[in-house]
């Protein structure tokens, strides 16, 4: 698997409908080909000190911004040339673009959230979790937040540019690809497309699961 779209969000308030900035890239063949970064004016529109702290945005940014449903428009026909990477349509097709996100549970809770809210349909595409990946892959390591792994595989990066929607997309989307080199190493063979997890039906119980459903094992 060569070919997906790394996203991040960040939020103006602890509502997981509030995102204010939005970066994603797309990887085709392995290689960074396109990026996109928005700022996103907020709803509820409102910012709480401890999310400002985080990614440093404020009301000066986003007044003048667009809603979630614009900036998405535009994403797809900036970064794929307005083809739908979310849709019903997608979600068993082999040639539709996955989603990469860190601790992706909270992107895709507002994707869910904001797909209701604006009538967008129903959000069920597949999405690779590089934290639950981390967990499966580095089990003897005690830290898997993005920082960690940035230095862990050898990821350039900066740390006071982290929480900055556009670097923290391109930083997964470098790890993702190391990880798939690690697979590669441990006789793990591709990512099939077909048995992606679904974060919205994604259980705790599940190293186990992940393995199963993510990493195929190599041909025996």
């Known amino acids: 698997m060569r070919d997906f779209i ?6 103006a308030n602890e509502c997981a409908s509030s995102v204010c900035s939005i970066g994603a890239v797309l990887v085709r063949d392995g290689e960074i080909v396109n990026s996109f970064y928005s700022l996103i004016k907020p709803e509820p529109d409102y ?10 945005l404020g009301h000066d940014d986003t007044d003048d911004a667009q809603v979630f449903p ?21 979600v068993d097709d082999p040639a539709a673009i ?13 994707l869910e959230m904001a797909y ?12 690779i979790d590089t934290l639950e990946l981390s967990r499966t892959l580095d089990q003897g390591y005690a830290r898997h937040g993005l920082s960690a792994l940035v230095k862990r595989y050898n990821v ?8 900055r ?4 997309a391109e930083g997964t989307a470098l790890v993702f690809h190391k990880m798939l080199q690690k697979l590669m190493t441990q006789n793990y063979r591709e990512v099939q497309t077909s048995l992606f997890f679904y974060i919205n039906i994604l259980k705790k119980d ?12 190599g041909a025996r």
């Open 156 to 163: 350039p990066w900066e740390e006071d540019a982290h929480h």
């Open 165 to 168: 929607a556009d670097y923290d």
């Open 116 to 127: 209701n809210k604006y009538n967008l349909g129903k959000f069920k595409n597949p999405v």
């Open 70 to 90: 614009q900036v998405w428009k535009r994403m797809t026909q900036e970064l794929l040339g307005g083809v739908s990477i979310l849709s019903e349509d997608t």
């Open 47 to 56: 910012y709480k000190w401890f999310c400002q702290q985080v990614h440093g």
């Open 98 to 110: 996955p989603l990469v996100a860190h601790n992706a549970k909270f992107d895709v809770s507002f």
């Open 6 to 11: 790394a996203i991040d969000f960040e939020t």
């Open 206 to 217: 599940t190293l186990k699961n992940i393995k199963n459903k993510i990493l195929i094992k």
